[in-house]
């Protein structure tokens, strides 16, 4: 049995927990029940990848039930060490304070190849751009980009790079030449654009990054799913697989593109998303105390039309491809970019 099936079961996870995470707390007194919920469960013989939530009923040293989400992210090929050990130094460094904060690391478990954390109670940017929310959307933007000013400044003199490869657009998961190679055999249509296209994103970004105060910790997966609303005030950001030190225009460019992406098929009106935009690169402006100035325009702009093509890849090269939507991006790409 894929020993990853052992998290399934309530009663190992009770154990378990009791051995890791009871001592935590020291007004519970005991775990009383676990209510297993499977976010992502891709299981194979021996390998697995896989994101589950751990409704945690505790119980008060006065009797009372309180329940924490504890949630698992494991990969059997690409263990979260790196992503706890981040996540736990962003903690240190203060989003455990205030209202930008981010999941609480617990532990990491060396068996399971995957990280424990207590997750956050709310609803993503995405659900209220699904439900036309204009009213949260304009309050939730402004949060979002505040959070990115207090990650990009972050110190960190001692950071350690906690994902080299995602550091560079060259070397980010699955890397060019694989993405090439894919491009090439499933829609040649498209190879000589892409290679056109990575030549340019590769170039720039070489260039952009010999100016060494653009290096910051960046999120790397920046869009509006990943920013969670946790009450009137308080806003988290979570999923840190991608963490690394790079040109802090990287997240502005993948969120500005994200929500255009999914703003734009939900709610359609392209000057409204315009609006919100503007909204959000004006508040990271100002919370970052810097001017927009031609090489940071540049520089987002390298990096929105570098989402937008890992987008079109994703529509492209996934099991059930969805080659228009993929083939609207390149056409987009294509015309931002005159290639």
């Given at each position: 049995?894929?020993?990853?099936n052992k ?13 890791k995470?009871?001592?935590?707390y020291?007004s ?15 299981i ?9 939530e ?10 009372k039930?309180?329940?924490i989400?504890i949630?698992c ?10 992503t ?5 130094y ?9 209202f ?5 690391p ?19 940017l ?13 309050r ?5 980009a ?20 995602n ?11 694989h ?22 994103f590769?170039?720039?970004e ?6 060494s105060?653009?290096i ?11 920013f969670?609303?946790m009450?009137?005030k ?25 929500f ?19 909204i ?8 970052a ?15 929105y ?35």
């Amino acid at each position: 049995m894929n020993k990853i099936n052992k998290l399934l079961n309530e009663e190992y996870v009770i154990k378990f927990f009791k051995e890791k995470i009871l001592e935590k707390y020291s007004s519970f007194s005991k775990i009383k029940k676990v209510k297993i919920i499977k976010h992502k469960k891709y299981i194979w013989e021996e390998t697995y990848h896989v994101v589950f939530e751990f409704r945690t009923y505790f119980l008060t040293k006065e009797g009372k039930v309180k329940i924490i989400p504890i949630f698992c992210s494991a990969h059997s090929g690409e263990p979260r060490k790196n992503t706890y050990y981040a996540l736990q130094y962003l903690w240190n460094s203060g989003f455990s304070k205030g209202f930008l904060t981010t999941p609480h690391p617990l532990f990491y478990s060396n068996y399971f190849k995957g990280m424990f954390y207590r997750g956050v109670d709310g609803k993503n940017l995405y659900h209220y751009i699904k439900n036309n929310d204009f009213e949260e959307i304009e309050r939730m933007i402004p949060k979002a980009a505040s959070w990115l000013v207090k990650l990009h400044k972050t110190s960190i003199n001692e950071a350690s790079n906690f994902n080299k490869e995602n550091s560079r657009i060259k070397t980010v998961f699955p890397g060019i030449k694989h993405i090439l190679r894919e491009i090439e055999e499933n829609f040649p249509e498209y190879y000589d654009f892409y290679k056109k296209a990575y030549k340019k994103f590769i170039d720039s970004e070489k260039e952009f990054l010999k100016i060494s105060k653009n290096i910051t910790l960046i999120h790397g997966d920046a869009h509006p799913e990943n920013f969670i609303k946790m009450g009137r005030k308080k806003i988290a950001m979570i999923d840190f697989t991608d963490i690394s030190l790079s040109d802090f225009a990287r997240d502005l460019g993948c969120f500005l593109q994200q929500f255009e992406f999914m703003a734009m098929r939900k709610i359609g009106d392209s000057k409204y998303v315009e609006k919100i935009k503007n909204i959000f690169l004006e508040k990271y402006l100002e919370d970052a105390k810097i001017k927009m100035d031609d090489s940071l325009e540049k520089r987002i702009n390298i990096y929105y039309n570098w989402t937008a093509i890992r987008t079109a890849t994703y529509f492209l090269l996934k099991y059930d491809a969805e080659p228009e939507r993929g083939k609207s991006l390149i056409e987009s790409v294509k015309e931002n970019l005159n290639l």
